[in-house]
């Protein structure tokens, strides 16, 4: 587990590389959907984080909203966007039409865990999550290898262009099941959203742990679209690049 390899930040605690167990477990092939979400919330009526709050953070290439919202200032292409939230992506003039098999985005970690006490599983935890995404892989830094796009093919979705400026006409998410799987048959474990964990940063950091990197990975600011690259956020923090997938044992 981990890498100590100099693309890593220090501060991300990827290393050292070590080695660890986990007990039998089973994770989803895929992230959970929109129309997975949408069948959750029918049923229990959940309100997620975002919605309470009243707004959620969006890429700035990616607001359809006219409507003002505030600049993060150590991250200015992150929005503050009023009314953007899982069902609003981009903004509350937004929907999912035709994205019902992407990947739930502006979900908190409390809400993922609301979701997996519903459907009767777990978030899986940071061990568990590497070990699943690696593929059966030893020290790769891709699902597949060590090659980012092997043969010249894109083989995750990250960012294209110049980092933060594009072109962003084509940045956001796409499909669960893009791409081909790893060698356990699971899919876009790096690229497309952040995943949720359920284990804590550090002893000295309890913030939950995101895994995998997103659509906004690129490597002139982060190369974070790797199987040990891992971040942390407040439990209650949504984003238009956070997502999950669900663990069971």
Known sequence: MGTEDAVADPADLEGPVRRVSVAR???ATTAVTNADF????EETGHVTTAERFGDSLVFAGRITSDRPHLVVAAAPWWRVVP?????????PDSNLDGRDDHPVVHVSHLDATAYCEWIGGRLPTEEEWEFAARGGLVQRHFPWGDEFEPGGVPAMNVFEGSFPYGPTTSVGTVPVDAFAPNGYGLFNTTGNVWEWTASPFSPADTRPVLRGGSYLCHASYCRRYRTSARIANTADTSTGHSGFRIAYR
């Open 25 to 27: 477990f089973a994770i």
């Open 83 to 91: 009314g953007a939230c899982w069902r609003h992506p981009e903004g």
């Open 38 to 41: 949408d069948r959750f919330v």
